[in-house]
């Protein structure tokens, strides 16, 4: 089952349920089919990784992490609308992920839609108000939208959080000079 189907079957259901640990196994399955497409995206092995969660999903359909994991998959190959469509499978089926909200966020950003993603970085900062990353990916939300004043606030407040965070440091010095 491939990207398009599983979105069209998501999309289509009239009732959306999720499902405990399975007896036969099968979430067993889908959780190592995880943990091998995690490994294999770290190590840029994106088709593997791909074939990998997308096993894993036709295992396990409500499994948020692994639709997540193939969001990062499209989302480091700059596939926005593929990663979009990932991220908001893992955000709806593990609405406590807060990574994954972000990164939902992070793909809206690139594709123009800065409410959308605001809104995905919120959620996020909600649920994990003390994430240097969630701020710092709210900050780059309003800076792509433009407003420079509120995103050096926003990173400033990853950096208050997490003062070892390079990229907070880099783009605070961008909005500043």
Known sequence: ??????????RGRQRVTTTA??????????ADLLQL???QRQHAQYADAARSLQRAIELKYDFGEAHHELGLVYLEQEHFE??????ELATHFAPQLAVAHLDLGSALTHLGRHDAAES??????????HSAAGWLGLGNV????????????????????????????????????
């Not at 593929?82 to 991220?87: E, F, G, P, R, T």
């Not at 995905?120 to 108000?129: D, F, G, K, V």
């Not at 420079?148 to 000079?177: C, G, K, W």
Request: with cysteine; proline share 3%; net charge negative.
């Open 37 to 39: 497409g995690v490994r």
């Open 82 to 87: 593929d990663a979009v469509d990932c991220l």
């Open 142 to 177: 309003v800076k792509a939208r433009g407003d420079l004043e509120q995103a050096s606030e926003h990173y400033r407040a990853a950096i208050e959080r997490d003062p070892t965070l390079a990229n907070a440091h880099r783009q605070f010095a961008f909005v500043l000079y």
């Open 120 to 129: 995905a970085c919120r959620r996020a900062l909600e649920l994990e108000p």
């Open 21 to 30: 640990i399975d007896d036969d196994g099968t979430a067993g399955a889908a």
């Open 1 to 10: 089952m491939d990207l398009r189907n599983i979105l069209n079957n998501w």
